[in-house]
Nanobody
């Protein structure tokens, strides 16, 4: 089970943090997002204890994914937000396949949390 929190509204240039509490263990955790009228795409992924991370080109340098294994939480820190970051953000858990943004690698999904940047 995965439960996201921390979404909301923010002005362009601002920052927002998302958290996702998960149960059990997964060696790969990720954040995806679905902008209005568009398909869902991968944003950031973290493998193992956090030694390997992946980011979509559109968020590199602005977003940071992290994992607290002791608390079973993954977080996404978002800075310099842009209107095009507006989307429903989902956390996902699965197994590492070498394709961090392939949705089929993630059998477990949260319900999503809205992020709106104006």
């Amino acid at each position: 089970q995965l439960v996201e929190s921390g979404g909301g509204s923010v002005q362009a240039g601002g920052s927002l943090g998302l958290s996702c509490a998960y149960s059990g263990y997964s060696d790969c955790l990720a954040w995806f997002r679905k902008p209005p009228g568009k398909e869902r795409d991968g944003v950031a992924a973290i493998y193992g204890g956090g030694e390997t991370t992946y980011y979509a080109d559109s968020v590199k340098g602005r977003f940071t994914i992290s994992r607290d294994g002791a608390k079973n939480i993954i977080a996404l820190q978002m800075h310099s937000l842009k209107p095009e970051d507006t989307a429903v953000y989902y956390c996902a858990a699965g197994t590492s396949t070498g394709f961090p943004f392939r949705e089929s690698a993630y059998p477990y999904w949260g319900q999503g949390t809205q992020v709106t940047v104006s």
